[in-house]
């Protein structure tokens, strides 16, 4: 009994990962999803956000997008009056998947038309004057906002949440590669308590 509860108190202490370099482990969890953890040793969790994370980001990338308007149409970046994206602050956590955005707005900023057939490039806008000359033309061939929500329907909302989930739960493993596993408070205490020594029965020489 005692050798059984004396193993389950050192499995925090002999399980402990090595964090390695804690900022190089958040930054590469933050730029690939998992991938500060592989650089960790922490193999199985590593795969485990690639996985789940990647594949959400993808999938709300596909709810918003078609092969006709060009897919991950919810994740672009706008600043404007008739479109304040703060959608992409979330979304950006994710990390390289969502930087081609930043990418196509740069593009049409220097009056450049997207590339990627549309890939997260922003929307034409609703209204003239909204943006320079140079980023209009760049962007008259994209669909506006308002044709955006009409063909996609609820399916643009539903892609930018899921987007956005996605880029909000990689923070979370971003801060669980700097920060490493959270262990039980209970098994902490007892690693740092001193070994008790056992009464002596009655009748026993002290």
């Known amino acids: 009994m005692t050798a059984n509860r004396t193993s389950q108190g050192a499995t925090p202490t002999e399980q402990r990962v090595v964090l390695k370099d804690p900022a190089l482990a958040a930054l590469l969890a933050w730029l690939v999803p998992g991938l ?8 199985a969790k590593g795969i485990l956000f690639f996985v789940c994370l990647m594949s959400t980001f993808a999938y709300g990338c596909y709810l918003g997008g078609s092969s006709e308007l060009g897919w991950g149409r919810v994740v672009y970046v706008a600043w404007r009056d008739d479109d304040r994206r703060l959608a992409y602050l979330c979304q950006v956590g994710i990390g390289l998947p969502a930087l081609p955005a930043i990418v196509q707005a740069s593009l049409a900023k220097k009056g450049k038309e997207p590339r990627w057939n549309g890939f997260m490039a ?43 989930i996605a880029g909000l739960l990689n923070i979370l493993a971003v801060y669980d590669a700097w920060g490493g ?9 007892e690693d740092d308590e001193p070994p008790q020594e056992k009464p002596a029965a009655r009748g026993e020489p002290q």
């Open 36 to 43: 500060g953890h592989l650089y960790q040793g922490r193999i």
């Open 122 to 164: 922003p929307p034409k806008p609703d209204a003239s004057g909204q943006v320079d000359e140079a980023t209009a033309q760049a962007l008259s061939k994209q669909p506006t906002l308002d044709e955006l929500h009409f063909q996609l329907r609820s399916y643009f909302d539903l892609g930018t949440a899921y987007t956005m």
């Open 181 to 189: 596993p959270v262990f039980p408070e209970s098994a902490k205490k």
